[in-house]
């Protein structure tokens, strides 16, 4: 089962393995599972394969019907600094003190997975003793995973330069023009688009609007009356035996997406999403609605969100704006996500061909970029699918902070086959930055845990610029002599 290489493990504790936990899906309380696997039982005996390790582990995301209305409690952010495992975490006492609000902030006791609330007691002065000398390591600051996206860098300060005001300005020069010259877009692009002007953008380099500014407002009109066409036409058969099963995943996934991010947890934006993955998939019947595609909204519905909202835009309340903006956000959300999907459908049809081939390359390209790694996952027998079929799956959506995702989709856009293509380098490049981390993990599970984990949760700007910087550097290198990476 092809799912099951996507899964999440880091709610299991490993012996002699400290767990790292990845950006956005930290553990969620294990009382919303209904078994766990026993923490005695896996110091005595360790997975051999990735199958038997997977069966000893539980997804993230396996969460029976009935229990989808619990889902909707947010664990709190993980705070673990670049290439660092997860900070420790906060007494109870300290959580009083600071007026409770993390009330679903985790705690590791005798290996398992509790909340740091009024229920999650430490009754050993052993686990208090080693928690006291834990906190006195230094922690960076929490960043937003989704505020200010576009102005965070690694610290969490709010740069605005005299390089990124003449930048901006030259935006809204080209963006003014009477045809805006997508190639200048484009170019000034990759490196990162000022978040004043990052829908427009975004919806000119996705080719939903035409680069000649008087015809813009026309065919805004046109495509937003055309996708609620679709809705009056479409959505009623949700519930037909034909479209049943489609609609019933889609409803139980859309919860699941973005689960820290209080903004999703919203009912008013979960319809929104629901509407779209719904229309999207009967009118792509060669794929039809697939697991990871309800992650491919996310970044387009907050950029164009992020036009009537100045600062917290995780939390804000979306049912505050106008009806007509909600229709807008929701209709250009769908439109750009469907240019998104023309280029990589072969990504989502059946057997997912286009992932497996573009996993099958990065093996190959990672075997003659470094070849210690390769043979690292060689010599513990580890897959290239059971943790990259993920990164293609979903985009790396699960491996980025939210913020870090908008960031890297302003040079996928940027970069002719962004998405379907350089995508590939980027992956390699992710890959590489950890080679230190992997290269000190000794068994399989470590490394499993590891790459299903990465903890980026404080990526910011520089990380992804420097990501992409090497990712830039791969595809100059082996691009257009592909026989280089083949043996």
Known sequence: ???????????????????????????????????????????????????????????????????????????????????????????????????????????????????????????????????????????????????????????????????????????????????????????????????????????????????????????????????????????????????????????????????????FQQPVVQEVFERILFIWAIRHPASGYVQGINDLVTPFFVVFLSEFVTEDVENFEVAALPLDTRRNIEADSFWCMSKLLDGIQDNYTFAQPGIQNKVKALEELVSRIDEDIHNHFKRYEVEYLQFAFRWMNNLLMRELPLRCTIRLWDTYQAEAEGFSHFHLYVCSAFLIEWRKEILSMVDFQGLLMLL????????????????LAEAYRLKYMFADAPSHYKR
């Open 1 to 263: 089962d092809i799912c099951s290489n996507c899964k999440s493990i880091s709610h299991v504790t490993f012996y002699s393995v400290q767990p790292v936990y990845g950006a956005q899906h930290p553990p969620l309380d294990p009382r919303l599972r209904r078994t766990t696997v026993p923490f005695n039982n896996l110091k005595s005996k360790k997975a051999s394969s990735f199958h038997e390790f997977a069966r000893s582990t539980n997804d993230a995301w396996d969460i029976d019907e009935e229990e989808d209305e619990d889902f909707l409690g947010t664990p709190a952010q993980t705070s673990s600094g670049l290439h660092s495992t997860l900070a420790p975490p906060r007494t109870e006492a300290e959580n009083l003190q600071d007026g409770q609000e993390e009330d679903s902030e985790c705690e590791h006791v005798n290996g398992k997975v509790v909340k740091s609330s009024s229920d999650a007691y430490l009754n050993t002065s052993s686990v208090r003793s080693t928690l006291q000398k834990q906190q006195s390591l230094p922690v960076r600051p929490i960043i937003p995973l989704v505020a200010r996206m576009s102005d965070q860098n690694a610290s969490g300060a709010p740069p605005m330069t005299v390089r990124e005001k003449s930048r901006l300005d030259k935006f809204k020069q080209l963006l003014a023009s009477p045809n805006t010259d997508l190639e200048e877009l484009r170019k000034h692009s990759w490196s990162g688009i000022p978040r004043e002007v990052r829908p427009i953008t975004w919806r000119l380099l996705s080719g939903y609007l035409p680069a000649n500014k008087e015809r813009r407002e026309l065919v805004l009109k046109r495509k937003r009356d055309e996708y609620f066409g679709f809705i009056e036409q479409y959505y009623h058969s949700r519930t037909d035996e034909h479209y049943k099963d489609t609609y019933r995943q889609i409803h139980i996934d859309i919860p699941r997406t973005n689960p820290l991010i209080p903004l």
């Open 452 to 467: 299903q984990n990465l903890p980026t949760i404080h990526w910011g700007n520089e990380e992804v610029g420097l990501l």
